[in-house]
């Protein structure tokens, strides 16, 4: 991935809000005040074996960083459900999915985990 080329991180963002790697069963969906106050902070995705790191602000900004690029965009919170959204060729895209949590130290947004740092 080469900087300058976010569509490159499309595949990413769409695994991580709409993925299609399994959830665990017996996961909590946070409400929105909850990912509101646990959301800020560092968190490492797995995609496919490979760790992608995630900062997010308390301001409403993301950064993922993998493979030597990095997309940056906004985070918000509607209803219960994490909403990002980024720049892709010049037009802004938005992704949506409620997120779980097992309890112990995994987060699943639309299939895909992620623990934070």
């Known amino acids: 991935m080469k900087p300058g080329h976010p569509s490159k991180w499309i595949a990413v963002l ?3 809000l709409i993925g299609g790697v399994g959830n665990a069963d017996a996961n909590e969906t946070l409400s929105g005040s909850t990912l509101k ?3 800020p902070g560092n968190y490492t995705l797995v995609v496919y074996g490979f760790d992608v790191r995630v900062s ?6 993301f950064t993922l960083k993998a493979f ?4 940056k965009g906004r985070w918000s919170v509607k209803g219960k459900t994490l909403c ?3 720049k892709d ?3 802004t895209k938005t992704e949506c999915s409620q997120v779980t949590y ?3 130290k995994w987060y699943t947004a639309g299939g895909l985990k992620f623990y934070q740092r």
Not at 56 to 61: D, F, I, P, R
């Open 14 to 16: 769409a695994m991580v």
């Open 89 to 91: 060729d010049g037009k």
């Open 102 to 104: 097992d309890g112990k």
């Open 68 to 71: 030597g690029d990095q997309l």
């Open 56 to 61: 997010a602000t308390s301001g409403g900004g």
């Open 84 to 86: 990002l959204s980024f």
């Open 37 to 39: 106050k646990t959301l």
